[in-house]
């Protein structure tokens, strides 16, 4: 298996197999007879190296907050024929930060969600069909209650698998060896009972292959989301630039504004919607660009009116300094049919490419010779906008990544 790059988000989802279940070998084909297109029952399912062929009947969800970035996923993975059911697991439950910038619980009825077990309740929902089960951890023991409930599964001989991202590799200096020593203890403690690792993108394949796992136990993965496109919306005719992003050094703000100054001279005006620490720093600094006319700061708004921004805009920009794991806002750009110019310091980078905008190195002159490049061309042709947001529907979906975690499962057990 390749773990250099993330192929998956650039072709179509592979197809789909026989589905295993356990003492009967290969069952026959079944046809999806619903009219729903979103599956057609024929999947291998992985046998995670038990002595017969069987099919996960039940799938549990690790978090220790809550990521509304896995929520789409679960939600699909409900309706696939290999799964019965679906449980999330929140260890610490009720951060105030997420749930304003948009997290919401499962809407599907058929999650079981659990907020804070204790620990006899976590040793019960890990006793549980533990042989039929496969138990996916938000990274390595981020908490307590996730190390015990980790350590449970490794007892009762349950499937375990990491969705995680890159640990911040460029960021941190001298830190990063810290950081990097304390994950490769992690693996030569628990390195041998986890079965499968879902990295984000290219970046967290690098990660855990520096970490000293083996690549055939990585997959490349990414987070999916369900956003419906909008309709059109009324277009400006000056290209409208946008970032959306908490104001931390590491999301780079400081480099796009650089870089806006760089190309004064092309039409262009900029939204950044930001909260947080470096806020006051950035817009003194658009100031002294001269760039108050032109560079508008707003607060984190309700995620549909941040579509909308979206579905505007010419040009989404993610310009991180440091690693950052993914960054789902590219995902959401793209939904939108919005090009996005990031850097190699985005996890979501994987899925930049084929006029979907530019990947570039995190430096100023770098930025502004890519932000010349777009805005040369004016606002986004409704042509342009409509065949990037249809690529983004098919593959960045929950359907898309029930899909891929499934094929995941099979080419890592």
Same mark, same amino acid.
């Given at each position: 298996? #390749?773990?250099?790059?993330?192929?998956?988000?650039?072709? $179509?989802?592979?197809?789909?197999?026989?589905?295993?279940?356990?003492?009967?070998?290969?069952?026959?084909?079944?046809?999806?007879?619903?009219?729903?297109?979103?599956?057609?029952?024929?999947?291998?399912?992985?046998?995670?190296?038990?002595?017969?062929?069987?099919?996960?009947?039940?799938?549990?969800?690790?978090?220790?907050?809550?990521?509304? *970035?896995?929520?789409?996923?679960?939600?699909?993975?409900?309706?696939?024929?290999?799964?019965?059911?679906?449980?999330?697991?929140?260890?610490?439950?009720?951060?105030?930060?997420?749930?304003?910038?948009?997290?919401?619980?499962? #809407?599907?009825?058929?999650?079981?969600?659990?907020?804070?077990?204790?620990?006899?309740?976590?040793?019960?929902?890990?006793?549980?069909?533990?042989?039929?089960?496969?138990?996916? !951890?938000?990274?390595?023991?981020?908490?307590?209650?996730?190390?015990?409930?980790?350590?449970?599964?490794?007892?009762?001989?349950?499937?375990?698998?990491?969705?995680?991202?890159? $640990?911040?590799?460029?960021?941190?200096?001298?830190?990063?060896?810290?950081?990097?020593?304390? *994950?490769?203890?992690?693996?030569?403690?628990?390195?041998?009972?986890?079965? !499968?690792?879902?990295?984000?993108?290219?970046?967290?394949?690098?990660?855990?292959?520096?970490?000293?796992?083996?690549?055939?136990?990585?997959?490349?993965?990414?987070?999916?989301?369900?956003?419906?496109?909008?309709?059109?919306?009324?277009?400006?005719?000056?290209?409208?630039?946008?970032?959306?992003?908490?104001?931390?050094?590491? #999301?780079?703000?400081?480099?796009?504004?650089?870089?806006?100054?760089?190309? @004064?001279?092309?039409?262009?005006?900029?939204?950044?919607?930001?909260?947080?620490?470096?806020?006051?720093?950035?817009?003194?600094?658009?100031?002294?660009?001269?760039?108050?006319? @032109?560079?508008?700061?707003?607060?984190?708004?309700?995620?549909?009116?941040?579509?909308?921004?979206?579905?505007?805009?010419? =040009? !989404?920009?993610?310009?991180?300094?440091?690693?950052?794991?993914?960054?789902?806002?590219?995902?959401?750009?793209?939904?939108?049919?919005?090009?996005?110019?990031?850097?190699?310091?985005?996890?979501?980078?994987? =899925?930049?490419?084929?006029? @979907?905008?530019?990947?570039?190195?995190?430096?100023? *002159?770098?930025?502004?010779?890519?932000?010349?490049?777009?805005?040369?061309?004016?606002?986004?042709?409704?042509?342009?906008?409509?065949?990037?947001?249809?690529?983004?529907?098919?593959?960045?979906?929950?359907?898309?990544?029930?899909?891929?975690?499934?094929?995941?499962?099979?080419?890592?057990?």
């Amino acid at each position: 298996m #390749k773990s250099s790059v993330c192929p998956y988000l650039y072709s $179509s989802p592979p197809q789909k197999s026989t589905l295993l279940t356990k003492g009967s070998g290969i069952r026959k084909k079944s046809e999806n007879t619903s009219g729903d297109k979103k599956f057609d029952s024929r999947h291998i399912f992985a046998t995670f190296g038990y002595d017969k062929p069987m099919s996960t009947q039940r799938m549990v969800f690790w978090q220790a907050t809550k990521s509304r *970035h896995q929520i789409a996923v679960l939600e699909s993975l409900v309706q696939h024929p290999a799964v019965d059911s679906v449980e999330l697991v929140v260890t610490q439950p009720g951060e105030i930060e997420r749930r304003e910038m948009g997290w919401q619980p499962p #809407k599907s009825a058929q999650i079981t969600v659990h907020y804070g077990p204790n620990q006899a309740e976590v040793d019960l929902l890990v006793q549980k069909y533990s042989l039929k089960t496969v138990h996916i !951890f938000s990274g390595i023991a981020s908490d307590q209650l996730m190390r015990l409930a980790m350590e449970a599964c490794f007892r009762h001989g349950a499937c375990v698998g990491i969705m995680a991202e890159a $640990s911040n590799w460029h960021g941190f200096g001298p830190k990063r060896y810290l950081r990097l020593a304390k *994950h490769v203890l992690l693996r030569i403690r628990y390195g041998r009972s986890i079965r !499968f690792i879902l990295a984000m993108g290219d970046l967290g394949v690098q990660w855990y292959r520096r970490v000293g796992y083996d690549a055939q136990r990585i997959f490349p993965f990414g987070y999916f989301v369900d956003v419906p496109t909008l309709p059109a919306v009324p277009r400006q005719t000056v290209p409208q630039v946008l970032f959306v992003g908490r104001a931390l050094d590491y #999301k780079g703000a400081d480099l796009l504004l650089q870089a806006l100054a760089q190309v @004064r001279d092309v039409a262009w005006s900029a939204t950044l919607i930001t909260e947080g620490e470096c806020r006051g720093a950035w817009e003194a600094l658009a100031l002294r660009l001269g760039l108050k006319d @032109r560079v508008t700061f707003t607060n984190f708004e309700a995620p549909s009116a941040i579509a909308i921004r979206m579905a505007a805009a010419d =040009l !989404f920009v993610l310009p991180n300094k440091a690693d950052e794991g993914w960054g789902v806002v590219v995902n959401e750009a793209l939904l939108q049919g919005t090009p996005v110019l990031c850097t190699t310091r985005t996890g979501a980078k994987d =899925l930049i490419a084929d006029g @979907r905008g530019a990947v570039v190195e995190p430096t100023t *002159h770098a930025l502004a010779a890519a932000l010349r490049h777009q805005l040369h061309k004016g606002p986004l042709q409704e042509g342009t906008r409509r065949r990037i947001a249809s690529w983004a529907q098919e593959h960045l979906s929950g359907t898309a990544g029930a899909e891929r975690l499934i094929t995941a499962i099979h080419q890592t057990g």
